[in-house]
């Protein structure tokens, strides 16, 4: 409707997925890179996690269309297959003559004749699940075991999971521990931040064909990125819905106005909610922030970065103190000055060290223990002592399992890094399986507010 008006050539904020208007900002084409590498590698499983509404579709949809013409990709449209099905639904979408009826044994055969044919053309397939936090734990005990389908040096058969959080809970669980041991790296999708959607309003009008000044004003922006949320789906439904206002007042730029009206007529705000005292102070402070400009904004940002806070030692909650800024370094053995095992030393310096840590960066797991097994951590930790890198040991309490302890190696500012780390790491160490991972899916698992110290990740 308001196409001609703003002379646009294709609707810039529809929610259906549409690669010729990819955002690679936000960590998405940096993922999107690493994901067609992992894949061109031959990694067996790949994670890729977001909340509702991150660009997970839009993710799955570059990926196909960037890997290569050798790598046949398979999705498993419905994530609640039941374990028995699985083989039947990837043959079925490989083209392979089974029936429903067919056995097991039979189907498996036929699928692995079918891999060894492709591998011997230079081909690769690849399965792609989405939702796959809604997949039943035992139908993705199933896929893994389609993974041990290999020659002597490579994976006939490789996956890629797309799911929310509520996936690595379910993967947490020690019944399925074989399953995380075989992811090789894991990706977490996080909410883009204030400027990157004003970057990303502006991408999509320039893509949809705008040539015009700015539509949506440094304000307007403020607040989409305010009641958004960061996710992707939220900000098209606002700004589209903006759009339509201005259009129907007949002005050129969107405003506050259009964007409260948007925000009236979006199903995911409550009613009322846009006139209680409590939700008007932050969206009022974003607006006088804005109006400032945003060099005030850039500086705030850097002194608060420059002044994060240290985190005092509590295992089981992490407190804040305001007392002493972090020096850019992490704390030596020496310097925690702690009485107690290992355990102990690791669980203070991790904490300094998620206060300063950059939710963009990439670290690499290590290791997953229970409550019940802190003498086989503490065993670890010593091995990691020995092979002298206990320095770049991290070990903190993940907040999806009660008691559970999450340990990670070191933190890298690019991916390449990261695999670099991971390949030249101790052959003791590599015993465990290790894989990469973002520092953001850290903070989350860790359930901290790091926004202080992870740079701009918050609204």
Same mark, same amino acid.
Request: aromatic residues 8%.
């Given at each position: 409707m308001y196409l001609e008006y703003f002379g646009l050539k294709r609707a810039p904020y529809r929610i259906t997925p549409d690669t010729d208007l990819f955002y690679a900002g936000g960590e998405r084409g940096a993922i999107l890179d690493a994901l067609v590498f992992a894949i061109s590698s031959g990694e067996a499983i790949t994670k890729v996690v977001g909340e509702v509404g991150t660009g997970k579709t839009m993710l799955c949809r570059m990926l196909e269309h960037k890997l290569p013409d050798s790598v046949e990709v398979v999705y498993l449209a419905n994530p609640s297959l039941p374990p028995e099905n699985v083989l039947h639904a990837i043959a079925f979408e490989l083209g392979l003559p089974f029936t429903s009826d067919e056995n097991r044994l039979t189907v498996m055969k036929g699928l692995q004749d079918y891999l060894l044919q492709r591998h011997a053309e230079g081909r690769q397939v690849v399965v792609f699940v989405e939702e796959a936090q809604c997949m039943p734990l035992a139908t993705l005990e199933e896929i893994r075991l389609l993974s041990n389908l290999e020659t002597k040096q490579h994976k006939l058969l490789q996956v890629v999971l797309f799911g929310q959080p509520e996936?690595?809970?379910?993967?947490?669980?020690?019944?399925?521990?074989?399953?995380?041991?075989?992811?090789?790296?894991?990706?977490?999708l996080s909410p883009l931040s204030c400027h990157e959607i004003g970057d990303y309003l502006a991408f999509r009008l320039h893509l949809a064909g705008f040539r015009g000044t700015p539509v949506f004003s440094k304000a307007a922006s403020w607040l989409i990125a305010h009641y958004s949320k960061g996710l992707m789906r939220r900000i098209n439904i606002i700004a589209d819905k903006a759009l339509l206002a201005a259009y129907a007042t007949g002005q050129r730029e969107v405003t506050l106005r259009h964007i409260f009206s948007a925000l009236s007529d979006c199903e995911f705000i409550k009613p009322n909610i846009?006139?209680?005292? $409590?939700?008007?102070?932050? #969206?009022? %402070?974003?607006?006088?922030?804005?109006?400032?400009?945003?060099?005030?904004?850039?500086?705030? +940002?850097?002194?608060?970065?420059?002044?994060?806070?240290?985190v005092t030692v509590t295992p089981q909650l992490v407190q804040i103190s305001a007392e002493k800024p972090v020096q850019q370094r992490y704390l030596s053995e020496n310097e925690t000055q702690i009485d107690g095992n290992l355990l102990?030393?690791?669980?203070?310096?991790?904490?300094?060290?998620?206060?300063?840590?950059?939710?963009?960066?990439?670290?690499?797991?290590?290791?997953?223990?229970?409550?019940?097994?802190?003498?086989?951590?503490?065993?670890?930790?010593?091995?990691?002592?020995?092979?002298?890198?206990?320095d770049r040991v991290f070990v903190?309490?993940?907040?999806?399992?009660?008691?559970?302890?999450?340990?990670?190696?070191?933190?890298?500012?690019?991916?390449?890094?990261?695999?670099? $780390?991971?390949?030249?790491? #101790?052959? %003791?160490?590599?015993?465990?399986?290790?894989?990469?991972?973002?520092?953001?899916?850290?903070? +989350?698992?860790?359930?901290?507010?790091?926004?202080?110290?992870?740079?701009?990740?918050?609204?």
């Amino acid at each position: 409707m308001y196409l001609e008006y703003f002379g646009l050539k294709r609707a810039p904020y529809r929610i259906t997925p549409d690669t010729d208007l990819f955002y690679a900002g936000g960590e998405r084409g940096a993922i999107l890179d690493a994901l067609v590498f992992a894949i061109s590698s031959g990694e067996a499983i790949t994670k890729v996690v977001g909340e509702v509404g991150t660009g997970k579709t839009m993710l799955c949809r570059m990926l196909e269309h960037k890997l290569p013409d050798s790598v046949e990709v398979v999705y498993l449209a419905n994530p609640s297959l039941p374990p028995e099905n699985v083989l039947h639904a990837i043959a079925f979408e490989l083209g392979l003559p089974f029936t429903s009826d067919e056995n097991r044994l039979t189907v498996m055969k036929g699928l692995q004749d079918y891999l060894l044919q492709r591998h011997a053309e230079g081909r690769q397939v690849v399965v792609f699940v989405e939702e796959a936090q809604c997949m039943p734990l035992a139908t993705l005990e199933e896929i893994r075991l389609l993974s041990n389908l290999e020659t002597k040096q490579h994976k006939l058969l490789q996956v890629v999971l797309f799911g929310q959080p509520e996936l690595d809970v379910g993967l947490s669980k020690p019944s399925v521990r074989q399953i995380k041991e075989r992811i090789t790296n894991s990706f977490y999708l996080s909410p883009l931040s204030c400027h990157e959607i004003g970057d990303y309003l502006a991408f999509r009008l320039h893509l949809a064909g705008f040539r015009g000044t700015p539509v949506f004003s440094k304000a307007a922006s403020w607040l989409i990125a305010h009641y958004s949320k960061g996710l992707m789906r939220r900000i098209n439904i606002i700004a589209d819905k903006a759009l339509l206002a201005a259009y129907a007042t007949g002005q050129r730029e969107v405003t506050l106005r259009h964007i409260f009206s948007a925000l009236s007529d979006c199903e995911f705000i409550k009613p009322n909610i846009l006139l209680r005292p $409590a939700f008007l102070v932050l #969206p009022m %402070a974003i607006l006088l922030t804005a109006i400032g400009g945003w060099s005030h904004f850039d500086t705030q +940002a850097a002194n608060k970065q420059q002044h994060a806070t240290v985190v005092t030692v509590t295992p089981q909650l992490v407190q804040i103190s305001a007392e002493k800024p972090v020096q850019q370094r992490y704390l030596s053995e020496n310097e925690t000055q702690i009485d107690g095992n290992l355990l102990d030393q690791r669980l203070l310096v991790t904490q300094n060290w998620l206060a300063q840590a950059k939710a963009n960066n990439f670290t690499v797991q290590l290791l997953w223990a229970e409550q019940d097994e802190l003498y086989s951590l503490e065993r670890f930790l010593r091995l990691a002592s020995s092979e002298g890198v206990l320095d770049r040991v991290f070990v903190y309490r993940a907040g999806g399992v009660e008691g559970a302890l999450s340990v990670v190696l070191g933190e890298y500012d690019t991916y390449s890094q990261a695999i670099d $780390a991971l390949e030249s790491m #101790p052959a %003791a160490l590599k015993k465990y399986q290790p894989y990469l991972r973002n520092v953001r899916g850290v903070f +989350a698992e860790a359930r901290i507010e790091m926004a202080g110290a992870a740079g701009n990740t918050d609204l």
